[in-house]
């Protein structure tokens, strides 16, 4: 059945949860430390459980359609008017529907190799073409990028910070960038882990979206806003972009609990200061016990570390494997086509010390 096009994809490979590691190894769930799916290891925020929980009464209806008090709060944060705001679920809804609302099968996207994986995912489902531009030093080459947009390009996909790698690109040199691209052409700027940027990074791509009528930022509440099993996210971008969004997205892509508790986490400066900090930490405990272990990784602006744990082709399979088996979860990147490399994701101070202790472990068994 389907299209060629369909049957041509390798679907997502999400990382393993907790419950089918503990049944695959025959661990006790609450041994098992998960640094696999670049989560908030502080989970759900207090004030977003609350007000779901007064939320729930309401379960018995629709949600808002048009997700009005959630666009308020996003309209006031980035100061942009509220129907330039696109609501997800999930900011991958975002990237799909970027692709399905601005690309016909047989024209052209164009991405970086080692980006995120929903991009060929999306660009696959409806048919069109990938113009996968090589990396450099694991990162974006947006030079590259900008000279491989041709006649049929109708989209580029960017991610900053990148996953899996963690590699970021200065504002400047985005905006650059920006300047550079043929005016048909959008730009969807995947800024799943911009809360985790430290303040000299930052820059203000919500004020290039009033410059750019090709551009659309897309943001997420499942990283820092510590929501990922809600799936909520959003895009931001000018109406001629949005009202297109709007005719292809579902009409009820964002349910109840999930608008109510974006609220509230948007509004929880204290959750996130916590966050960034404990990330900041985190990351550092990592990168120290790499260099002890002289392993190489590639210096990261997420919430997350790609590491480099053998030489050869297997290397990242039989790693995950060891730590698997001391419960320990990590994400083999070999379907990103880094299958040295294992990406872990940064938790608290305890789940880090547990996988730098199993990752010694795994590696001297090595
Ligand atoms: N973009 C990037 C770069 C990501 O790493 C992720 C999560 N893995 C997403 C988008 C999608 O996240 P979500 O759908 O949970 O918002």
Known sequence: YGPDYVRAI???????????????????????????????????????????AAAAAELGRYPDANGFELKAALSKRYDVPADWITLGNGSNDILELAAKAFVEKDQ??????????????????????HIVVPARNHGHDLEAMAAAIDADTRLVFIANPNNPTGTFIPGVEIEAFLRKVPANVVVVLDEAYNEYLAEEDQYDSAAWVKRYP???????????????????????????????????????????????????????????????????????????AFEQMGLEYVPSYGNFVLVKVG???????RVNLALLKQGVIVRPV????????????????RENAILIAALQKALAGD
């Open 10 to 52: 390798a679907p997502y490979q999400a990382g393993k949860p907790i419950s089918e590691v503990a049944r695959e190894f025959g661990l006790d769930e609450d041994a098992i430390v998960k640094l696999a799916s670049n989560e908030n290891p502080f989970g759900v925020p207090e004030s977003a459980k609350e007000a779901m």
């Open 108 to 129: 052209a996207v164009v991405y970086a190799q080692y980006s995120f994986a929903v991009y060929a995912l999306a660009t696959q489902g409806i048919g069109a073409r």
């Open 214 to 288: 090709n551009l659309m930022v897309s943001r997420t509440f499942s990283k820092a806003y510590g929501l990922a099993g809600l799936r909520v996210g959003f895009g931001i971008a000018q109406p001629a972009l949005t009202d297109l969004m709007n005719r292809v997205r579902q009409p009820f892509n964002v349910n109840s609990l999930a608008q109510a508790a974006a609220i509230a986490a948007l509004n929880d400066s204290a959750f996130l200061e916590r966050g960034a900090r404990n990330n900041a930490a985190g990351y550092q405990q990592f990168v120290e």
């Open 311 to 317: 030489k050869d082709l297997a290397a990242g399979a």
């Open 334 to 349: 070999g379907n990103y086509g880094l299958p040295e490399w294992l990406r872990i994701s940064i938790g608290l101070p």
